[in-house]
């Protein structure tokens, strides 16, 4: 397992937290399910996250000591958690597939919770910010822009229609469809400032 998470972060073997935790967000950057929509994608960014835990443990508490040490007593039996918690593949045998399928969706069900915490945080550390109002004003501005050049392109065909160039109605079969595609971008563009901007959160308190 320690080989193994030394090979999922891309660092050599023996590497020190510093270069470990670089190479971590490099690739939780890169296969974060809400960036990479590769069907692989979440496999590989449990198998990061899993790495990057296993190998923070191990600098955090070092190797076990070679010493012998009287017989301990019999382990415990595993809960199906501590059973697949860092377990990534699933398993071949179709009776543990559906432990390690229910483990696989509370820790992406975790994973989902602490980076949603982590976006709250960061966002509401945003909005006290000197410049987030200008920021979030350019935004809507820009939206403003786009949603007018979208209306604009939409009314060509009215335009040439009330101005008496019927000749050059058919214009609207290229502008009209080009004012919808606008309109549709700056609806998601309306979305992702919502989101960017935190306008669902609760304002910070002074």
């Known amino acids: 397992m320690l080989t193994e998470s030394y090979r999922v972060l891309g660092v050599p073997f023996g590497a020190g937290m510093p270069q470990i ?3 971590y967000r490099q690739l939780v950057l890169q296969y974060h399910p809400d960036r990479n929509h590769d069907p692989e994608a979440p496999a590989m960014f449990l198998r ?3 790495a990057y835990e296993y190998l923070q443990r191990f600098q955090e508490n070092g190797p076990a000591p070679s010493s012998v040490s009287p017989p301990s007593p019999p382990p415990k ?6 059973k697949y918690q860092y377990v990534y593949d699933p398993p071949a045998d179709p009776k543990e597939y559906v432990a390690w399928a229910t483990v696989a969706r509370e820790r992406a069900r975790r994973q989902k919770e602490k980076d949603h915490a982590a976006y709250i945080a960061r966002t509401l550390a945003m909005k006290q910010k000197w410049w987030y109002p200008l ?3 350019s935004s809507y501005l820009v939206l403003l822009l786009g949603f007018l050049v979208g209306v604009s392109f939409i009314s060509v065909p009215l335009l040439f229609f009330y101005s008496g ?3 050059h109605l058919f214009l609207g079969v290229i502008t009209v469809p080009i004012g919808f595609a606008i309109q549709r971008i700056m609806k998601t563009f309306r979305e992702d400032i919502r989101k960017h901007f935190g306008e669902d959160l609760p304002a ?3």
């Not at 039996?77 to 501590?82: G, N």
């Open 21 to 23: 935790r670089h190479a």
């Open 48 to 50: 990061i996250q899993s």
């Open 77 to 82: 039996p595993q809960t199906d958690w501590e």
């Open 135 to 137: 920021a979030r004003g």
């Open 165 to 167: 160039q019927f000749k």
């Open 204 to 206: 910070p308190s002074k």
